[in-house]
């Protein structure tokens, strides 16, 4: 073990701690010190994040074969997805305190919560494609528990088709490993790919295929067509703070896995113009309309924002199958801006889901005289959403379009746009109707339901406020002040292109 | 000569004498004797191992006083040495895995037999790792053949006894036609030493003399322990053979004896027909050929079954089917990755056998999966074994069955023509374990449904020391393998280098 000990610290901490919980008996009965715990090793997460971050350096863990070893590093990369893992999974853990209190067994959802932030800080860490592979597999066994926290039969058979969507994606991921690690002596990542022209002399066409694979199978936790079929089944089932980081960070875990794959190991000039770049903005674009016209007829909220998170991460896999620099700023803001916004989402659709018990949309008629302030955060997320200026959406959709259109990729770069403009129109139309039903019931509306179960002015409590209120005051002010983002994005940019 | 030289014979002698003691032993003192002769064996392979490490080649040891051409060899070089420690180490584990169920399954006057057949099944073993003359290595062949049946017919059971003459005559076939394929190899050859064997046929093959003959032999040889080790089409006797022996037999029979049969294969074909020879006359293709086919319709068999313990059965005809398709890759690389996933398969396999025991425990000794559901949840340990098991037979990293991948898989792309298919077979198969192997883990860990049947009143509560102790030396075993291999694959390098 050699190299800056730090950067175990965010990865084994919370790990350790989630062990701890499940197997203390303690937990189990004494709500107060696990809150404690969680809150206490949540806070202490974000700290050594911050100083592994500030600290960078890499180092060597373990030395699994000759060629591959596990080790972490931090550049860039690492340090965008890590600060953004980080403060979410701070701001839903504190309001998931408040939120899990009415569900059972608290004591393992809230293990498995600490043990995935550790498993994401790994990913996030990874300084070679052994690494990050070791990091997903774990990630996607560790994330099941969260998935399966109900144990009801719709609950297992979620469970069952995450992890059968997810373990093929990784298998089809790992013929691809399994490639590279047999032409490439070493797997580190480098900024531009660590591939020559020696290494691949004769196999073009097999590198070629296994990129595609890896881009398909790591597309599987980014929810991208065709392997996409998991998100709307297994997000909904979940308790709503598990489906918040199961939609707005274990998803950008298959995005960063496909930025590590393309951009640091088989290099953006080796896929340009190739069937790969072709094949995979194709599967974006459909991604990205498919989800929102599926969003669009759902009727099931927490369903109708998880295809939502369908559609718009393909907006982060559009973004970087363009392969320009301007293209994959929009996709890397928008990682961060999707984020934000889809928690923000998913915890306002809790909070309506706790209070009110209601699940479809045209039950939540009159909402605004339930909670204004939470409908109040929903909508502004929404805007964001949609890319309404000034809010963050705008910025990166900004980006991806106007990467499109100079990518120089042919036909893509005019149908790009459309189907991104086409989606945005359609976001609108799947995410508004809840602001203006809720806002404006109509006359006919009487809101007997409402004085009868005495629910009017019922907002939540601070825990479960706070959170919502500060990420939705982020996806507005991310907006405003896109600066820092977008030059960290550009930097990297500069870096890998 | 150094003392430490006699090892090998020491334990092979060690273990068939402790079978002789035994059977005028008590049950219990049997059994301790077992356990004890196991660990001394297994130091004493380790000793072996040691030896051949430091002087960095293999030894021949002559038995008797008859030099060579005639009498009989013994030959130790580091591949023999890894292969009887690892054998050792799974064999005692098992033994100590199933303690409880042996004394509860099989008759308490028939206690020692059980343990008799331990013995010999040890020594059969060891001799087949050692053995540099290819006549000892018929004869413990047949002890091994009858040391297998009698694990599996002790149980005394209504479909025990089919299972075992079906395991007798196919094993028997297997054993007919390396027969032949013997007599044949001394007849053409005049020796059955392996060494000068060798020499002959190297000649042989040189001067283009009796080349149909040699194929025959090369073909033969190859089925008849095909058919023992169980390669698909061959398989038939595996699901009830190891579905319905005591757990310790199960274990021994899929994770021991199957590989004990490949690794004489092996040994033969790199000390007596030549591998070169082999990929010269396309034999391997044929190797391949089944075992890819065994990778597939094993994993398709298993998902179809319902008791649990037949499909873990099915699926070692998968992982032998691994076995034999990177034998038939024809390289080097390919080999080393068949004689790693020898070793990764015999612990995990072993691994699944036992906790599967401490979740039937539980469930009143059912084993399909309604009554497996939760079963997790009721013997933690257990679970957290089984689901190590299937975690690493699928192939997650950081266990031993994903290095095997990941060593088959690079040794796929040294040979082109077989690059494609091998990966493809890779990629299919990993997915259809994945289909049956976390299907049975996620049923392990959800809740009783209330409409399910009540299970029967539990025989035990608690699962003994033992099997918790086996379970965890089974995961750590497997953690070592995935996680440092690098001495392993290493020390099997060189030790197929040493084999020439």
Not at chain 1, 183 to 190: G, N, R, S
Not at chain 1, 338 to 354: C, D, E, M, P, W
Not at chain 2, 381 to 395: K, T
Request: with cysteine.
């Amino acid at each position: 073990m050699e190299g800056n000990v730090i950067l175990l610290l965010p990865v084994v901490c919370p790990i350790l701690a989630g062990v701890l919980v499940l197997a203390g008996k303690v937990f189990r009965k004494d709500r107060k010190s696990l809150m404690a715990v969680l809150l206490a090793v949540l806070l202490l997460e974000a700290g050594l994040t911050a100083w592994a971050l500030t600290s960078g350096g890499s180092i060597q863990v373990w030395r699994l074969t000759s060629q591959m070893n596990i080790s972490f590093h931090v550049d860039e990369i690492s340090r965008l997805f890590g600060a953004l893992t980080a403060a979410v999974w701070l701001l839903v853990g504190i309001y998931s305190v408040a939120y899990m209190s009415h569900e059972e067994e608290e004591h393992r959802f809230f293990g498995y919560y600490l043990i995935v932030v550790g498993v994401l800080m790994g990913l996030n860490f990874s300084a070679n494609l052994i690494t990050m592979y070791v990091f997903f597999e774990m990630m996607t066994l560790t994330s099941l528990p969260l998935v399966l926290h109900e144990r009801s039969r719709a609950a297992v058979m979620a469970g069952l088709k995450y992890l059968f969507y997810s373990v093929a994606g990784a298998f089809l991921a790992l013929f691809g490993i399994f490639f590279l690690a047999g032409v490439a002596e070493d797997l580190t990542f480098a900024a531009g790919g660590i591939l020559n022209d020696n290494m691949v002399a004769g196999k073009e066409g097999l590198l070629l295929a296994s990129t595609f694979c890896m881009i398909v199978g790591f597309g599987a936790k980014a929810g991208m067509f065709p392997l996409h079929g998991w998100l709307p089944t297994a997000h909904p089932v979940a308790p709503a703070c598990a489906s918040a980081v199961l939609s707005g960070l274990i998803t950008k875990a298959g995005v960063l896995a496909v930025i590590r794959v393309v951009y640091f190991i088989v290099g953006p000039d080796r896929l340009w113009g190739t069937w790969v770049q072709n094949g995979w903005i194709l599967l974006a674009l459909m991604t990205v309309f498919m989800g929102s016209m599926l969003a669009y007829k759902e009727p099931v909220l927490k369903k109708r924002l998880a295809y939502s998170t369908v559609s718009q991460v393909s907006y982060v896999m559009f973004g970087l199958s363009l392969l320009t620099p301007l293209g994959f700023v929009g996709a890397l803001s928008h990682v961060v801006f999707h984020s934000v916004i889809k928690h923000t989402l998913f915890l306002a659709a809790g909070v309506i889901i706790v209070t009110t018990g209601w699940t479809r949309v045209e039950q939540m008629r009159g909402l605004g005289r339930v909670m204004p302030l939470t409908l109040g955060c929903y909508t502004i997320a929404s805007l964001a959403l949609i890319g309404i200026p000034p809010a963050s959406g705008f910025v990166s959709k900004w980006y991806l379009a106007s990467g499109a259109l100079s990518s120089g990729t042919g036909i893509w770069s005019w149908v790009g746009p459309v189907v991104l403009l086409v989606s945005a129109l359609l976001t609108a139309g799947y995410l508004l109707p809840l602001t203006i039903q809720g806002y404006f019931p109509g006359h006919d509306f009487k809101g007997e339901e409402i004085e009868k179960r005495k629910l009017a002015g019922k907002e939540p409590s601070l825990w479960m406020l706070g959170p919502v209120g500060i990420l939705a005051a982020a996806a507005l002010l991310f907006g405003c002040f896109p600066d820092s983002i977008v030059a960290m994005a550009q930097s990297i940019a500069a870096m890998v292109l | 000569m150094s003392f430490v030289q006699n090892f090998p014979f020491f334990s092979i002698i060690l273990a068939m004498f402790s079978g002789i003691i035994s059977s005028v032993l008590s049950g219990k003192k049997a059994r301790n004797l077992t356990l004890m002769m196991i660990a001394v064996t297994t130091a004493l392979s380790a000793g072996t191992l040691m030896f051949c490490l430091k002087t960095g080649e293999s030894y021949t040891y002559m038995m008797g006083h008859f030099p060579a051409p005639w009498g009989n060899e013994i030959r130790a070089g580091v591949l023999e040495g890894v292969t009887a420690v690892l054998f050792g180490i799974v064999m005692f584990l098992s033994v100590t895995g199933g303690l409880d169920h042996t004394a509860r399954d099989v008759e308490e006057s028939k206690q020692n037999l059980f343990y008799i057949m331990i013995d010999l099944m040890l020594s059969s073993l060891l001799a087949l790792i050692y053995t540099n003359d290819l006549f000892t290595a018929y004869v413990f062949v047949e002890i091994n053949t009858i040391a297998g049946c009698g694990l599996i017919m002790i149980r005394q059971k209504g479909r025990n006894l089919s299972a075992a003459i079906r395991y007798m005559v196919m094993s028997q076939l297997g054993s007919g036609l390396f027969l032949i394929g013997l007599t044949l190899l001394y007849d053409v050859t005049g020796h059955l030493l392996m060494s000068p064997a060798k020499e002959s046929v190297e000649l042989l093959v040189a001067t283009g003399r009796y080349r149909i003959p040699l194929l025959v032999i090369m073909a033969v040889i190859s089925v008849g322990l095909a058919i023992k080790s169980g390669l698909y089409p061959f398989h038939y006797w595996i699901p009830d053979t190891y579905g319905y022996a005591t757990p310790t037999g199960s274990a021994v029979l899929s994770g021991l004896v199957s590989k004990g049969y490949i690794f004489l294969l092996i040994k033969i074909f790199y000390r007596v027909l030549g591998y070169d020879n082999l990929v010269g006359t396309h034999m391997v293709n044929v190797l391949y050929l089944f075992g890819v086919c065994g990778m597939i319709m094993g994993s398709v068999h298993a998902i179809s079954e319902t008791d649990t313990r037949r499909m873990i059965a099915y699926s070692s005809v998968a992982q032998i089917g691994y076995i034999y398709m990177g034998i038939g890759l024809g390289t080097t690389a390919g080999m080393v990755a068949s004689v790693f996933h020898i070793f990764a398969h015999s612990a995990t396999k072993a691994l699944l056998f036992i906790s599967a025991v401490g979740l039937y425990e539980v469930s009143g000794d059912r084993k399909d999966f309604v009554s497996l559901r939760g079963a997790a949840f009721r013997n933690p340990l257990a679970g957290i074994g089984f689901s190590i098991g299937a975690l690493s037979m699928v192939g997650f990293p950081m266990l031993s069955g994903f290095i095997s991948k990941l060593l088959f898989a690079t040794s796929a792309l040294d040979s082109p023509e077989k690059m494609m298919p091998t990966l493809i077979v890779l990629a299919v198969s990993t997915l259809l374990n994945a289909v049956y192997f976390l299907r049975l883990v996620i049923t392990l860990y959800s809740r009783r449904r209330p409409e399910d049947k009540p299970l029967p009143k539990q025989t035990t509560v608690r699962s003994s020391w033992a099997l918790r102790l086996a379970i965890i030396c089974f995961i750590g075993l497997n953690l070592v393998l995935g996680m440092s291999s690098q001495p392993i694959v290493q020390a099997i390098t060189d030790g197929l280098a040493m084999f020439d």
